[in-house]
């Protein structure tokens, strides 16, 4: 799944930068993460990085974006080949 940033984001800053994807961007009223982007972290680290810096526990799994670990690992690897 991706993940979702829920309204009770206080805009804290400390989500954004450690994105490896840079899928998460400042929305209209507060941060938001671009499922096509996200992968969980999946490649880069064991956990997702916005949820363990997040100091108001607003980041979850988003329901309307249903991906299962290989997906994700998929998404992960063209990604990189994009960038690279």
């Known amino acids: 799944m991706s993940l ?11 989500c954004e930068p450690v994105c490896p994807n840079k899928a998460i961007s400042l929305g ?11 992968t969980e972290c999946i490649g880069h680290y064991d956990v997702p990085q ?5 100091p108001v526990e ?15 690992k998929l998404k992960y690897e063209h990604l990189m080949a994009r960038a690279g």
């Open 4 to 14: 979702k940033i829920l309204d009770t984001c206080v805009n804290c800053d400390v």
């Open 28 to 38: 209209e009223e507060y941060y938001v993460i671009d499922p096509a982007l996200c």
């Open 50 to 54: 916005c949820i363990e810096v997040c």
């Open 58 to 72: 607003c980041i979850e799994l988003d329901p309307a974006h249903v991906e299962g670990q290989d997906v994700l």
